[in-house]
């Protein structure tokens, strides 16, 4: 994967290497997109995916997944190894009646070169997964929850949060922690003593499926990046 470094990313990455981090560490904003503007839905750009549609949905980011694939992603301008991000995503009910129930919504941390870290979404059967995507396309499932009240169906809004921050001390020390969010409750939690797999640092946002997704169309709002405070 290649990705241009803009002036907010490297100032991200720059001000990462100051932060003190630590899995209970505060976190703080650093950046924000309400994708109510063109321009502001335009920072989000394809991190992959073969065949994907985007457009506006009463000021949201709309995506159209289509022929031939089963996932298609998008990153933020934010790079960096230790963050969170947010969003909220939705289903949307023209998705073909076939793949509701086998369909995610998705956020990505470390992402490159095809391996990221992932929380994954099922609104059709209230699931979900953190898991650990290589570049080879081994997939790892790091914790899997099934029946999660906070996960809510197709059409509805779906507050999602994922964080991946390395351990800097105790006997977790250089192991990442990563904590799963929907609705404000934590739903999903490992600490990866493989993190050094990943070598990536785009965030993102992602919908998909375990088979070809064409015709799934979701939303996705309100994105937010964060990074621990040294405060």
């Known amino acids: 994967m290649k990705v241009r470094l803009t002036a907010l990313c490297l100032a991200t990455i720059a001000a990462s290497l100051l932060l003190v981090a630590s899995a209970a560490a505060a976190l ?10 063109t321009a502001l839905r335009g920072q989000i750009v394809k991190l992959s995916g073969q065949s994907c549609g ?8 709309r995506i159209a997944i ?18 969170e991000i947010a ?6 009910g023209g998705t073909p009646k076939a793949l509701k129930r086998k369909v995610f919504l998705g956020l990505q941390l ?23 995507v290589l570049g080879d396309g081994t997939t790892r499932y790091l914790d899997v929850a099934k029946s999660v009240p906070e996960v809510k169906g197709v059409g509805q809004a779906n507050q ?11 006997p977790d020390r250089g ?11 934590l739903v999903a939690e490992a600490v990866d003593d493989g993190a050094g797999d990943l070598s990536g640092r785009a965030s993102g946002v992602s919908v998909g499926a375990e088979v070809q997704a064409k015709g799934t169309i979701a939303s996705v709002d309100d994105v937010v990046v964060r990074v621990p405070s040294p405060f």
């Open 160 to 170: 999602l949060r994922l964080s991946a921050i390395n351990v800097t001390s105790g």
């Open 28 to 37: 703080i904003g650093v950046y924000r997109n309400s994708m109510e503007t």
């Open 66 to 83: 289509g022929e031939e694939t089963r996932e298609c992603s998008y990153r933020t301008p934010v790079l960096g190894r230790d963050l």
């Open 110 to 132: 470390r992402a490159g070169d095809g391996a990221y870290y992932q929380l994954a979404v099922f609104p059709g059967q209230r699931k979900v997964q953190l898991r650990k």
């Open 175 to 185: 192991l990442c922690r990563l904590r799963a969010y929907v609705g404000g409750s």
């Open 54 to 61: 985007r457009g506006d949905l009463d000021g949201a980011l």
């Open 87 to 92: 969003a909220t995503e939705r289903l949307l």
